[in-house]
């Protein structure tokens, strides 16, 4: 619903009415989180444990967020053992 709102907004912004916004995110392409968790994992290896999702956290992620709850479910769900340093596992 917010990409289609921001789609709009950028499509009454702009001169060029040829040509419509269009905003591709891996949900509105059918993705879910583990699904593009296991394509990252696939693709990067280890190195997807240095991306970021914490709300809150600065040295480490926090670990109780919901976005790293989130983070840890995608994990569980893409069958990935979850190496990121959590200050709370």
């Known amino acids: 619903e917010f ?5 709009l907004a950028m499509d ?3 001169f060029r009415k040829d040509k419509k916004v ?4 891996p949900s509105t ?10 394509s990252g994992y ?4 280890d190195f997807i444990f240095k991306t ?12 109780k967020c919901e976005s790293c709850n989130h983070r840890k479910l995608a994990f569980a ?3 990935i053992e ?4 959590y200050e709370i596992k």
């Open 22 to 25: 269009k905003i591709v995110t």
């Open 52 to 63: 970021w999702s914490c709300y809150t956290g600065e040295g480490k992620q926090c670990g």
């Open 3 to 7: 990409f289609k709102a921001y789609e």
């Open 77 to 79: 769900k893409a069958g």
């Open 29 to 38: 392409i059918g993705l879910n989180k583990s699904t593009l968790l296991k």
């Open 82 to 85: 979850d190496k990121t340093d």
């Open 12 to 14: 009454l912004g702009t």
């Open 42 to 45: 696939d693709n990067l290896g």
